[in-house]
């Protein structure tokens, strides 16, 4: 079996985002991957765990990308004040190798300014990053990649574990665990009435720790109290938003002027969707269609805007009703440049901290490399872009940890889905729950 197929059969998806199966990935071609440790998000610490405690891992993992995809040059990029990071990773850098130090700005992990900070390559608009010839990978997802040529499939996940906790720390994490016992296993809440905030404040999203489970792509588990800003924030349902943005957006532009696509070249101008809601009018198509450049970063409405308006809310919403219309993006444009202002509106991050007022929340890293042994996981069968996997076990089935228990279906895009404890299957439903 070669690297590729290796990866497929252990059910490696990229951890740092959507869970874009990763063998479809190396199935490309390019000339430079980016290994991509910039853990942007705020109250993250679960990739500077992998870059301490797995060094040799990623760099192995990034030895296969390299040679799947026939790239010449690797590069790690990592934020220069991580030095213990960058001390870990430099051990195991090889000719072809090297590292690159990104600032502490929000959001240098984003793939496409990952790809311009590091190679000064602009991608198109609406595009990825292999149409300029790279391919980025996650640092835990070159772990899992490393470990998958050994055999071993993707059974756990690192997670960091804080905010309104007894114990917050950094911990493997079986896919499929409840965030309710994850949320115990770290001694529970230190406050009463606290939310669940998922994979951090910037791209995460509300929870619920008696229906959340940890996945292949759960970053971030945080206890949150019930009435802070951020919470209140997400909160606000989405007619709400459209009716304040009505009577309040100001048209100062920040949201534009701050707006990493838009600073990249891009023509995203976010004050612009915010008009066409103002005035109440049909918008013009090509500000409908610019949705599609929005990464729903959060900087317009987290960072940016003087009156925490979302330009991001109604971008998702657009995509959403042109995704279903089978609109796409219409790529034109075939010149890029950067805006001359870009590189001092980066956001800077410990200001980003003071602003969504979750700087007390940042903690050292304590990582706890080993995985935990809990009872029961609820393992679901899509942690991944694509199709849902397919179980291949049955309710009373006895399975061993790293056993596949749901395959890609045949034809289709997927991951496959492998037992993250050992013990009996006790339900397959939509689901495959196993108790030890
Ligand atoms: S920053 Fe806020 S107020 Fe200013 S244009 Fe953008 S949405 Fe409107
Ligand atoms: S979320 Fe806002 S700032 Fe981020 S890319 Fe979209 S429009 Fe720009």
């Given amino acids: 079996m070669n690297a590729v197929e290796l990866v497929k059969k252990a059910g490696v998806v990229g951890a740092g ?25 705020p109250l993250l610490f679960s990739d500077q765990s992998v870059m301490l405690g797995r060094a040799a891992e990623i760099v192995d993992g990034l030895k296969t990308v390299m040679k799947a995809v026939g790239a010449e040059r690797g590069i790690i990029c990592v934020k220069e004040k991580n030095k213990e990071a960058v001390k870990a990773l430099e051990k195991h850098l090889t000719k072809n190798i090297s590292l690159f130090g990104l600032g502490n700005f929000y959001p240098a992990g984003d793939e496409q300014i990952m790809v311009y900070e590091a190679t000064g390559r602009i991608v198109p608009e609406a595009g990825i990053p292999l149409n300029v010839g790279v391919v980025v990978q996650n640092v835990a997802t070159l772990a899992n990649i490393a470990r998958a040529q050994n055999g071993e499939a993707v059974t756990s996940r690192i997670v960091t574990i804080g905010g309104e906790v007894k114990n917050p720390g950094v911990h493997a994490v079986p896919v499929g665990t409840p965030v309710a016992d994850a949320i115990a296993r770290c001694g529970g809440p230190l406050i009463e009435n606290c939310k669940l905030l998922l994979n951090g404040p910037m791209m995460g999203r509300l929870g619920d720790p008696q229906k ?3 996945t292949k792509t759960t970053s971030g588990i945080f206890l949150l109290p019930a009435q802070h800003p951020l919470v209140m924030r997400l909160s606000r349902p989405l007619p709400v938003d459209i009716r304040i943005s009505r009577g309040a957006c100001e048209q100062c532009r920040y949201c534009t002027d701050f707006c990493p696509r838009y ?10 969707i915010m008009r066409v809601i103002n005035e109440q009018r049909e918008p013009e198509a090509e500000t409908v269609t610019n949705s599609f450049l929005c990464c729903e970063c959060g900087v317009c409405d987290l960072f940016a805007c003087p009156i925490m308006l979302s330009p991001r809310r109604i971008f998702r919403e657009f995509k959403k009703s042109l995704g279903a219309r089978g609109v796409r993006f219409p790529q034109q444009k075939k010149e890029y440049a950067a805006d001359i202002h870009r590189d001092y509106r980066r956001v800077p991050k410990d200001k980003l901290l003071r602003r969504l007022d979750v700087a007390r929340y940042e903690m050292e890293p304590v990582f706890h490399d080993a995985p935990w042994e809990v009872d029961a996981v609820n393992i679901p069968m899509q942690m991944h872009l694509g199709a849902p996997a397919t179980p291949v ?10 056993q596949l228990i749901a395959e890609i279906p045949a034809g289709k895009m997927g991951a496959n889905v492998h037992a993250s404890i050992g013990g009996t299957v006790t339900a397959v439903n939509g689901l495959i729950r196993i108790e030890r």
């Fill in 212 to 214: 959340d489970v940890v």
């Fill in 393 to 402: 076990v049955k309710t009373g089935e006895k399975v061993k940890r790293g």
């Fill in 263 to 272: 600073l990249q070249g891009h023509a995203l101008q976010p004050h612009k």
């Fill in 17 to 41: 985002g959507a869970g874009f199966p990763t063998h479809v990935k190396l199935a490309a071609k390019a000339d430079t991957v980016l290994a991509n440790g910039a853990e942007c998000e």
